[in-house]
């Protein structure tokens, strides 16, 4: 039985999850070097490796609860602290965190942020003061996430898309990406833009109001928004976010990306 099909099977509860202890900590180590991820980009989108995901939860059940001390810090937990971050070109300030089993390529830096098991952040990227990247979010080279930005996890169900940043886009100071929404390479989200799978996004910039979900496409400048809508009591106004522009190669450069946003009158 390979790796995959024991790890299936003690998810599924056909066989005792003992049995699968060594292959779940060798699909964990796999994650936490990189030579593994929850998702991948294929021609045909990107797709969830879902036995991953379950490893990630039978390893919480076959965890035993630790004290770890880290200087004058105490901590009580089932997953220890990633290690070898100089050999591995990753720079984090302290008291951010990276959990083992999340990988981060040469060049990322985390500010006192944090970073769950699971997840994948990509050469390059920043991880600013208290962002976090939550259980398998996967975050592509060149992101920035501001302070206080959060990254949900998403680890059940297995099956479920994990939140997805692509190369190179640039999250607002405090904004929330939740529930597998997938943020295209490139696009620009102002500050406190709030996110889920069923979050009206609606491109404002031509004849028409276009409406996506789940989805913010490449390039597209975002701010939060507000649209009306009526109840038994009378109308009230809910949460949506608006494209309101696209991203330029002119606007590339970060110097550039803020004088253009704020011509557009979004926050960072």
């Known amino acids: 039985m390979s790796d995959q099909e024991l790890i299936r099977s003690a998810f599924a509860g056909a066989v005792e999850i003992e049995t699968a202890r ?25 797709v969830v490796n879902e036995w991953l995901k379950e490893a ?31 050999a591995q070109g990753v720079r984090v300030v302290p008291p951010g965190t990276v959990r083992y ?10 500010m006192p942020g944090y970073v769950n098991i699971g ?9 600013d ?12 080279k060149g992101v920035h996430l501001s302070g206080g930005v959060g990254i949900g996890g998403v680890l059940e169900p297995p099956s479920a898309r994990p939140v997805i940043i692509e190369d190179g886009a640039f999250i ?8 597998g929404v997938i943020v295209e390479e490139g696009a620009v989200l102002g500050a406190n833009t709030v996110l889920t799978g069923s979050t009206p996004i609606i491109d404002v910039t031509g004849p028409e109001p276009v409406e996506h979900r789940g989805r913010v496409p490449a390039g597209s400048v975002v701010v939060p928004g507000t649209r009306p809508k009526e109840f038994p009591s009378g109308t009230y106004d809910l949460i949506c976010a608006l494209i309101i ?17 704020r011509d557009l009158g979004v926050q960072l």
């Open 22 to 46: 060594e292959v779940v900590e060798r699909a964990i180590l796999s994650l936490d070097r990189g030579e593994a991820r929850v998702a991948e980009k294929t021609e045909a989108g990107w």
């Open 56 to 86: 990630i939860l039978l390893y919480f059940r076959l965890r035993e609860m630790e004290t770890v001390e880290v200087g004058g810090y105490e901590y009580y937990d089932k997953i220890p602290l990633k290690k070898g971050l100089a």
């Open 101 to 110: 089993g999340a990988f981060c390529e040469p060049g990322v830096i985390v």
């Open 119 to 127: 997840a994948y952040v990509g050469a390059g990227t920043m991880v």
């Open 129 to 140: 003061t208290w962002a976090t990247v939550g259980s398998c979010a996967q975050i592509g």
């Open 172 to 179: 607002g100071s405090r904004s929330i990406v939740v529930e």
């Open 245 to 261: 522009g696209r991203r330029t190669e002119a606007t590339d450069q970060k110097t550039a990306l803020n004088e253009d946003l």
